[in-house]
């Protein structure tokens, strides 16, 4: 295990630091978080009882509870929670404890309000929400430890604990406190090696008049137009979310057992976090997912969510939250599953890489802010059509769940997550749809079974083990990973690159280069100029498109050196630029989108490159038929086969002998394969 993670991480330029032995899995786990705190009543026993009947092997418990840990400065109370841990055990059910510092207790609050977060322009957060604190404010971090501390002494022996959630859900959120502006300052300092005439260059502030001669005229965040300095910001909220993990996790480390692992629930927000820092020393980090459901659930956001999760953590990874039934702050989104969507979407999360599947929650609020968002059971606290699908979906997973569990997956297709373009981009916006299209990117792969890792390509540069990159606008890029991406192209790689790409320097400064910089040679052309546009056709219909407005919003005059012209706006005047190009550099090929293009539109320039590329084949399945494979424990292929369909689908096996491991039934190559509506048929080689 810790060689193949090695190996994984040596390949995408990621460093770990200390991986230790830690608990592996042998069975899928399927399960929910517990608050038995919550509860109307004491119905501990009830609960497992249900739990047992059900087949629920995992609980997430405690990160919430600080101020019933210690309900008062320096007063612990753990025997409520010395019960629950004792009587889960009892029931063969594991558990992952959480560290509970995302929601400080009133006493802390009210004795230190210089803890609480100061955000820009003078607003300041007050008591009576969850993640309202500086993280970095020293008396926080004081408390924080003790609790952590108390909690590890208590139960790092306790053998119903698997693993340890630090902290939850954990982002910047826009803190601005005076202590955390002098970090930022101190960070900045470092970064230039204490050159202001250099920050004064990077930055170009002189402009306006606004450069700095000495670190103390360095002025806070709440007024500034720089984009440099907003995209530096960016970078020191991430840096500091993975300080604050990773010092949460040095604690945790001594007091853990060696067969205990440490985790962290991730938001799919991957913009406001440094995944490869975050997760250095986390064999299994975990991500907290919610999505569409009833006609609208396609599977998409939840692969997109493992298809981060899993590239960046180079292993097997954990979903802590997921839908069971509605979901919301409020009552006007209730949205329940259809019935076998519960089953459909446990399923989706293991195609993906994940080892465990966990319900927010087990039961559902009568009170606070999330009294609408509903667990596994409902208010009334019986069995309901949820439970019984949960119990269903458990038992078959206790069947065939040893053949799903570290499910590995070698895909040839990645797409290049850039932070830094994603908030330049929402700094200097061209468009009022996404500034950064990466769900689209996503989208044009996944609805047409070309699955994808995605790869956070600030920090990593060696793309060696794919044959086809798609990149969303990479407006903000150093040169060293423009040449990297040159090099993947003459190498033999195929590229599909949208606008903007290769304008802005790391710095978030336009470079003075024609465009598009160093990305010139394997684009082959250059542009000067572009224009804001409506909504357009292309000429010709080169896509066959059936005439629909293709384009929009964002139009780069191209002209071609090496390029050759795929397609023209039909416009009298932007229709004398090319606005598609294709050119071979190399061994390879770049495909260049110089506009915003419809979905329709990516999805068809997308499928040809993957087909040229020998990724998928021409006649291949679409969605609603989706396909997600990968190699078992065993060593056996494994494929998922999806129906996102109110509607019964047929299709022909398109492998060679195969077990459907739910039913057992045997087919052969192109035996026909019947799909219920929002069925799934695990097929093993």
Known sequence: MKFARFIVCLAMGLSFLDVKAQYTFDDVLYGAAYYHEYMPYDRLDKDIEMMKKAGLSVVRVGESAWGVFEPQDGVFNFEWMDRILDKLHEAGIKVILGTPTYSIP?????????????????????????????????????????IIRKMMARYANHPAIIGYQVDNETEARGVNNRDYFMGFREYVKQKFNNDLAALNKEWGLNYWGMNIHTWEEFYPRDGVTSPSYKNEW?????????????????????????????????????????????????????????????????????????????????????????????????????????????????????????????????????????????????????PNRIYNEFSATA???????????????????????SHDSYHALNFMPYTDKSNYPIDMVHKALYYQNIETDIIPCDKVHDFSRYSMLVIPPLYVASDELLEAINRFVEGGGYVVMMHKSGYCNEHSAVRATLAPGP???????????????????????PYQLDGQHQISDWYEFLIPETATPLAYADHPFFGRWPVITQNNYGKGQLTYIGTYPSQDLLNKIVREVAVKAGIIKADGFVFPIIIKSGVNAEGNNIHYVFNYSSQENNIHIPYGKVKELITGRKYRQNDSLSLEPWGVSILQE
Not at 524 to 537: D, L, V
């Open 106 to 146: 009133a006493w802390l609050a009210y004795k230190h309000p210089e803890v609480l977060a100061e955000y820009t322009h003078g607003n300041k957060a007050y008591y009576g929400i969850r993640q309202n604190m500086d993280f970095t404010n020293p008396t926080y971090r004081y408390y924080a430890e003790r």
């Open 234 to 382: 960016e970078r020191y909220n991430r840096k500091e979310v993975a300080d604050f993990l990773n010092w949460q996790c040095d604690i945790v480390n001594e007091y853990k057992r060696d067969d205990q692992f440490v985790t962290h629930c991730f938001m799919p927000s991957f913009q406001n976090v440094d995944q490869v820092e975050s997760f250095r020393q986390m064999e299994y980090p975990a991500i907290n997912v919610y999505h569409d459901v009833q006609d609208r659930q396609d599977g998409q956001f939840l692969t997109y969510a493992g298809d981060f999760m899993r590239t960046v953590a180079g292993n097997n990874y954990l979903v802590t939250e997921t839908n069971a039934q509605a979901t919301g702050w409020d009552a006007r989104a209730q949205y329940p599953p259809y019935d076998n969507q519960l089953r459909q979407n446990v399923y989706g999360h293991y195609a993906s890489g994940a080892n465990m599947v966990e319900y927010w929650h087990w039961s559902t609020l009568h009170y606070g802010q999330e009294t609408y968002w509903k667990g596994v059971l409902g208010h009334d606290l019986e």
């Open 395 to 417: 038992a078959e997973l206790k069947r065939i769940g040893k053949k799903l569990v570290n499910l590995k997956k070698t895909n040839k297709v990645a797409i290049l997550y």
């Open 519 to 541: 990305l010139r040679k394997a684009c082959g052309f250059y542009y000067q100029e572009y224009s804001t546009i409506g909504a357009m056709s292309l000429k010709d219909n």
